[in-house]
């Protein structure tokens, strides 16, 4: 059962709404709670301390809505998952969601919940390495997923190095371990929030660059999808309220992240607490849109459509690219629900 805390905290949280927004509507005084299933894309860490969060003060029952939190049978399968009603929202990634968009999936991504890439192009100190150019003739590990094997091709070209210079082996998930053990030189795919902060708490003297500084277009890590056919009627209403409740909820873990931590280390037994904290703030200002006018899990349009339009150009995308369409906002705290809005495909 989600445990309170106390009445002073909520209150100055809650007060804590950014500019743009208000509060939304809660579930009926004395209703019975309706269900709500959310499938996590990985097992629970600091990326979802802000969920954590809300559960740990009520914010989900306070906007009627039971939810339950799943971890995914197969971080690849999330999205088919969703798409067959196995679960009502799933989190994932913008680039996912428009592989599967493009195969047909009529899903829709209604609100970020992190705003900026956390993969990353990353080596350690020991590799004598100092810029992109210095790649060259050198070894980059990957975790051998397609988009961000062209996320180094786009890196390198601009640079002015020539990608088939540059070996790319698929080191799988274990690319801090490559690094550390010099299987590789550098890796693409590790994210700067965790096996950055991972290595830098280590003593491994991690160098991080960011992929929207190395001319990768900008695109939100983590996003939170539906099926289309459930963004109107009560599962709309739903989907609605239970932004609200994660907007709250990441105020609360801005004020005071160890609400956040208490409730992840509550939901994933065997985290270590000063790591995920470390990483917890580390996150934190990725969370909430640069834009402090726009509400918590904003989406810009024409940032997907670039993004998608990249993907097109890089051959990840057989039709044409419609980034624009891939999103709603919508369902965010203060933008009000128009279905006459939501664009029809």
């Known amino acids: ?9 909520l209150a100055g949280a809650l007060a804590l709404a950014a500019c743009g927004e208000k509060e939304e509507p809660a579930g009926e005084p004395g209703g019975r709670a309706q269900p709500l299933r959310l ?11 802000g969920l954590y969060a809300a559960e740990e003060t009520g914010a989900f029952a306070r906007a009627g809505l039971d939810l339950t939190i799943q971890r995914p049978p197969d971080p690849a399968g999330v999205l088919r998952l969703l798409q067959a009603g196995k679960v009502d929202l799933a989190i994932s990634y913008e680039p996912d ?33 100092r810029s992109v150019r210095d790649l060259a003739g050198k070894t980059v590990g990957t975790a051998g997923i397609p988009y961000q094997a062209a996320y180094l091709t786009t890196i390198l070209r601009k640079a002015g190095v020539d990608p088939s210079s540059v070996r790319q082996p698929n080191v799988g998930f274990a690319l801090d371990k490559a690094m550390i053990s010099g ?3 550098a890796t693409l795919g590790a994210f700067w929030n965790v096996e950055g902060v991972d290595l830098e708490r280590a003593g491994r003297d991690p160098r991080i660059l960011r992929m929207e500084q190395l001319g990768v277009p900008d ?79 904003w989406q810009d349009p024409a940032a997907w459509q670039r993004y998608s339009e990249w993907m097109a150009e890089n051959d990840l995308l057989r039709r044409r690219p419609e980034g624009a369409r891939a999103l709603t906002n919508e369902f965010l705290p203060g933008e009000g629900l128009d279905p006459g809005r939501i664009s029809q495909d």
């Open 1 to 9: 059962m989600t445990r309170l805390i106390g009445v002073a905290l």
């Open 39 to 49: 499938m996590l894309d990985y097992y629970p860490n600091a990326d979802h301390a």
């Open 97 to 129: 969601l428009l592989l599967a968009r493009d195969k047909g999936a009529d899903l829709v991504a209604v609100g970020a919940l992190v705003q900026e890439p956390l993969t990353s192009l990353m080596w350690l100190g020991k590799s004598r390495l």
């Open 219 to 297: 695109y939100q890590e983590l996003i939170f999808v539906a099926r289309r056919r459930d963004l109107q009627g009560e599962k709309a209403n739903r989907i609605r309220r239970f932004m609200g409740a994660v907007a709250r909820g990441h105020r609360v873990l801005r004020e005071d992240p160890e609400v956040g931590l208490r409730g992840l280390m509550a939901a994933e037994r065997g985290l270590d607490a000063r790591e995920q904290r470390a990483k917890i703030r580390a996150t934190l200002p990725v969370f909430f849109p640069a834009d402090r006018s726009k509400p918590f899990g």
């Open 183 to 185: 299987k590789v030189d």
